[in-house]
């Protein structure tokens, strides 16, 4: 079974979709592309719930996630064990990651952070290649969001949750996220399957309900006729 979990660690917070099918070895490999923490010095600690102040240990790699409590929208915490890790030293002292400040020049020479992982595996904008993807997004949801209009029905492609559905709110730049680079498009869904209230940084792009908003690339949207799902299933599209 797929679920969506909270990962956490000292320097990142993100969504991710896992399965329960997997071991726990597994999970840290793909933990390890997200906080760049290698398997071996992971601690993982289990929150049944975000705000849940009590953990459990998911510390025996060969079992199977599915025989740990991971419900919907729990959170794992990764630790990094690695005694000379900047994120150790975090974690010892005790201060949240927001309040720690590093000077970048500092930052770049560490071995042992994120950005030095991702510039040795040639990930994200240390990728050979990232200038001319980066370029050919931008242009490609310039051009989706032309035939896009707002107020009009639309349904999720490529979704790393089950298809959603809802209302186009607002199409156009959003410095609050990528300064101003890509064209966004503000969505308020059907059901609160979103992460905001059609703001971002206290900043008003549209107004809904809080968690039905949220804010996605043009070539995540197909527009059309989707009416709202039936949440029984007996929806009459074949």
């Known amino acids: 079974m797929d679920i969506t979990v909270n990962v956490t660690s000292s320097l990142t917070n993100s969504q991710r979709r896992i399965s329960t099918n997997w071991t726990v070895a597994h999970l840290k490999q793909r933990l390890e592309q997200i906080t760049g923490i290698p398997p071996q010095s992971q601690e993982l600690l289990l929150y049944p719930l975000p705000t849940s102040s009590e953990s459990v240990s998911i510390d025996k790699d060969d ?13 794992i915490q990764v630790n990094d064990t690695r005694p000379d890790s900047e994120l150790r030293a975090l974690e010892d002292e005790g201060r949240p990651h927001e309040e720690y400040v590093m000077d970048d020049e500092e930052y770049d020479k560490r071995t042992d952070t994120l950005r030095h992982w991702k510039r040795v595996n040639q990930l994200g904008k240390y990728d050979p290649s990232y200038t001319g993807k980066l370029n050919k997004s931008v242009q490609l949801n310039s051009s989706i969001a032309q035939n896009l209009t707002v107020g009009s029905r639309f349904r999720t492609v490529n979704d790393t949750h089950d298809e959603r559905r809802g209302i186009i709110r607002f199409i156009g730049k959003v410095p609050e996220i990528d300064q101003g680079l890509q064209t966004w498009c503000g969505v308020e869904f059907d059901e609160p399957l979103g992460k905001n209230d059609g703001s971002i940084k206290g900043v008003y792009y549209f107004n809904c309900n809080p968690g039905y908003g949220s804010f996605l690339k043009p070539q995540q949207i197909e527009q059309g006729d989707f009416p709202e799902l039936d949440p029984f299933g007996s929806d009459d599209e074949i």
């Open 63 to 75: 079992s199977l996630l599915s025989g740990y409590e991971l419900p919907e929208g729990a959170r």
